[in-house]
């Protein structure tokens, strides 16, 4: 039952990652070409294709899952004691730190964007699974490299106001505002 539960939401969690690479992509604080979300991409669509098959479908959510499971699971039990599950998220908070030190963010400030995000409804899980199913253009229920892409690349196309295949940060808070419906522009 406990590794029924992880491995479930270890899934939700592969889904979030993979459905915004490009907007995870384009909030950077430099500027983005086409080629640059291409690269990055590919190299996101490797990571999230645990079982190398060429498509991203919930045998990647399972093995993601139960990699996940596995490595909380230190005593190699099949069960997570409470001081494996505090110790797990403790290990992910500091790389969480550590990540956000070599960018050179403040504790909060990316924490307090994603907080606002979440309290809307449907959430990040809602806008994540949309975006999902948006990617699966043959509705087969797996993404392929060439799905994954084609998403990433259209997301960045509709950022890219004048067209010139460079994304500025002024039009990825352009895009933000009109995806928010044009509240509470920054």
Do not use: W
């Amino acid at each position: 039952m406990k590794k029924s539960l992880i491995i479930a939401l270890a899934a939700t969690g592969l889904t979030l990652g993979g459905a915004a690479v490009a907007q995870d992509q384009m909030r950077g604080g430099g500027d983005m070409t086409r080629a640059d979300v291409e690269t990055r991409t590919a190299e996101r669509f490797e990571r999230m294709d645990v079982n190398g098959d060429g498509q991203l479908n919930a045998a990647d959510r399972e093995a993601r899952a139960l990699e996940r499971f596995n490595e909380t699971d230190t005593n190699n039990d099949n069960m997570l004691s409470f001081e494996e599950t505090q110790a797990a998220r403790e290990n992910r908070r500091e790389q969480r730190e550590a990540r956000r030190a070599e960018r050179g963010e403040q504790a909060g400030e990316r924490q307090g964007r994603r907080g606002h995000r979440m309290g809307r409804r449907g959430g990040m899980h809602g806008m994540h699974g949309q975006m999902m199913q948006q990617a699966d253009t043959n509705g087969d229920g797996s993404i392929s490299q060439a799905e994954f892409t084609a998403a990433a690349l259209a997301r960045f196309d509709s950022a890219d106001a004048n067209n010139d295949g460079t994304l500025t940060a002024e039009e990825r808070r352009a895009q933000h505002g009109e995806r928010r419906g044009g509240r509470g522009q920054r």
